[in-house]
């Protein structure tokens, strides 16, 4: 179990390794000058703009950019700063709690309606809840996020007035419409999943011989049926939790949330491969690491899965 | 079937004072199909008393497990309907019993063996608390007091280790100590009543043996009522008092085991008892009864097995023969069960050559 730990630790060197270089690469091959593009119209003198190149290692070859970037991470826990001269540490420190409240949000939200609606449409099977969620769901799959997005914006945001439209003013209210529009196709997704595990199960060996054992149906749906048709479910949302953060950049956008999201748009348009790829480190860390929590979570709830 | 058949015999060996333990009269069972309403079991009967061992023996299809899943009220419904009949466990019916009455008979009074012990179980918990689970909820036992009766069930049924073994999983057992977790499971609160269904049917031939003589003494040791559901002929003569031989969702003949294997008094037993290889035939074909059951969605009139029957005839074809007394004890549901069981009943086929089908005689008398 621990040797197995250890080396799903080492992997994350070279997955982190490659995620950077790859999105350093891309940020790179954006075209234009992005100390052209943030003087903007006002005119910039040439010795200005020498002093920040050399200062952003600018004119360097791409590869080396890269190490000096690397570099300064490991000597001295530098990961860069905006051409402002704001460390990208500052920005992550203010912003993350902005994402992860709103990936909090979101994963509640999902959890709850998709294993509730997932169970109901099970236990209903074939009635008016089940064809509920069934279409219901497909609705939700299909949809683009930004869609939704708006959706909720006019009909919770502007005609009942219920949420606030955008921003983060209004405490955890706020975070409410965009959680809920990221936790859309989620939602659907996971409904189904559990509906259709449950199902299963209820049809196995094993919960028949509960039944013949004389529990009572509810003993035998929650301790025996819905105990393994969960498994699925917790392997699904922590992947889910860990591809949350790519989400949120298209959603922090829409509800104009000052999160980790928005930051990476305007850092993309704006050039700072720094910026950037700080962030999408982050967002790279955090996804091995959930998945190593989930891939654990699985040998804990499944005992015919072990790790050595 | 009339009152008479019912009443009389077909409980051979048991004075006639002993209540039945467990009495099945006219049983109906139907499913519903996409191809039509199949019959599953059409007006089945037996009883059971205590200390006896009922096996019910027959093909795939031949109503067998619905028969035990009806039993023991897990029968998936829908599909499945009971169309007709009654199921007195002392009396008392348990078709029209109200559903917490017979929630609480079940495991308790009247439990029952899969065949499938691995998919039996519950994967993902260990085996010591599936046994306790029975205590926890029948006799609402501590949490401890009931691993320690699981514990103790699991050495009664010659688990080694029984105490480290408990917080196990399925999965860590072998074939054979996994089914006798089931049997401790099932006669952890001292049934009167065990259905075992294909209980070695998934297991090695050596382990078979073990499990059965498990099986048996547990029975004797507890006084149960032993149904054994099973294809195994071998398996039934070992073991049980009585057979009833089911085809087609309706008992063709019921006996006392040796009665049954000497002297039996139904084409379609015959032709089971022939198929059974034999060690000291060498080299020979293997005998088979030829075609296949028919399709419970589209019965031929008359008797069930006359598309298979070697000594058919046009009465065979269009009424349906009632299970009837033939002998002492000994009941059969063939128009010349007498014929039959004297071994004097004439052949009006004979298998074809290939095994493929029946020829009839008549037809090829002229060459």
């Given amino acids: ?49 020498e002093t920040l190149r050399e200062q952003y290692n600018l004119d360097d070859p791409f590869l080396v950019q890269y190490f000096k970037y690397i570099w300064g991470i490991v000597t001295a826990l530098d990961f860069g700063s905006t051409f402002n001269g704001r460390p990208v540490t500052d920005i992550i420190e203010q912003r993350l709690p902005v994402t992860a409240t709103l ?59 219920w949420f606030p439209i955008a921003g983060i003013n209004n405490g955890i209210t ?94 993309i348009q704006g050039q700072e491969g720094t910026v950037v790829v700080g962030i999408v480190t982050l967002f790279v860390l955090f996804f091995v690491v959930i998945n190593l929590i989930v891939d654990l979570l699985y040998g804990l709830l499944d005992p015919r899965i072990r790790y050595e | 079937m009339t009152e008479s058949q019912t009443s009389t015999g077909f409980t051979p060996g048991t004075s006639p004072g002993d209540a039945p333990l467990l009495e099945v009269k006219d049983l109906q069972v139907e499913f519903r199909t996409k191809a039509g309403v199949a019959r ?134 072998s074939g054979g100590m996994r089914q006798r977790i089931m049997i401790a499971m099932a006669i952890a609160l001292d049934p009167d009543v065990l259905i075992a269904d294909e209980p070695t049917t998934a297991l090695d031939v050596t382990v078979q043996a073990q499990v059965m003589r498990l099986l048996k003494d547990l029975q004797t040791e507890f006084n ?36 049954t294997y000497a002297k039996p008094g139904h084409p379609y037993t015959q032709g089971l008892l022939a198929s059974i290889p034999r060690i000291d035939d060498e080299g020979g074909r293997l005998r088979a009864i030829s075609g296949l059951p028919p399709s419970l969605t589209d019965m031929p009139p008359g008797c069930p097995f006359n598309p298979r029957c070697e000594f058919a005839t046009d009465r065979c074809r269009t009424e349906r023969p009632e299970l009837r007394l033939v002998a002492e004890g000994h009941l059969s549901a063939c128009h010349y069960a007498e014929d039959v069981y004297a071994g004097t009943a004439t052949r009006t086929r004979r298998p074809s050559p290939t095994g493929a089908g029946m020829i009839d005689v008549s037809e090829e008398a002229p060459e």
């Fill in chain 1, 174 to 267: 706020s975070y409410i419409l965009p959680a809920l529009t990221m936790a859309a196709v989620s939602t659907g997704i996971l409904a189904r999943l559990v509906r259709s595990e449950l199902l299963d199960s209820l049809k196995s060996d094993y919960v028949r011989t509960a039944t013949a054992k004389g529990m009572k149906r509810t003993r035998v749906i929650t301790r025996h049926g819905l105990r393994n048709s969960l498994i699925p479910a917790v392997t699904f949302i922590g992947a889910d939790l860990a591809s949350m953060l790519g989400g949120s950049i298209i959603v922090e956008t829409i509800f104009n949330l000052p999160g980790l999201g928005q930051q990476v748009f305007n850092s």
């Fill in chain 2, 224 to 259: 149960m009522g032993l149904i054994l559901i099973t294809h195994d002929l071998g398996v039934v003569a070992d073991v049980a008092d009585k057979i009833a031989v089911m085809y087609s969702g309706r008992v063709m003949e019921a006996a006392d085991v040796y009665e």
């Fill in chain 2, 40 to 173: 599953a079991i059409n007006g089945l009967n037996f009883t059971l008393h205590a200390g006896e061992t009922l096996a019910i023996l027959g093909e795939s299809g031949s109503g067998k497990s619905v028969t035990a899943q009806t039993i023991m009220g897990i029968l998936d419904m829908p599909p499945g309907r009971i169309a007709g009949g009654e199921i007195r466990y002392r009396g008392d019916d348990l078709l029209t019993m109200n559903e917490e009455s017979r929630r609480k008979l079940r495991g308790g009074k009247i439990a029952m063996i899969f065949q499938d012990a691995l998919s039996s179980l519950n994967p993902v918990l260990p085996v010591g608390w599936q046994i306790a689970e029975m205590f926890r909820v029948h006799r609402g036992m501590k949490r401890k007091e009931a691993r320690a009766k699981a514990v103790e069930m699991m050495q009664r049924v010659g688990i080694p280790g029984a105490e480290e073994r408990a917080g196990d999983f399925p999965h860590q057992f």
């Fill in chain 1, 1 to 49: 179990m621990t040797r197995y730990i250890i080396r799903r630790l080492l992997q994350f060197i070279p997955v982190i390794l490659i995620s950077t270089l790859i999105v350093y690469a891309l940020v790179f091959a954006i075209p234009g000058d992005p100390i052209r593009a943030l003087a903007g119209d006002r005119p910039m003198s040439d010795a200005v703009r």
């Fill in chain 1, 103 to 161: 990936a909090l949000v979101t994963l509640v939200i999902q959890t709850i309606m998709g294993v509730i609606a997932g169970i109901l449409a099970a236990l209903y099977r074939d009635r008016f809840f089940d064809r509920f969620v069934q279409v219901s769901t497909v609705a939700m799959v299909a949809l683009p996020t930004l869609v939704i997005g708006f959706l909720l914006q006019l009909v919770f945001g502007l005609n009942l007035g």
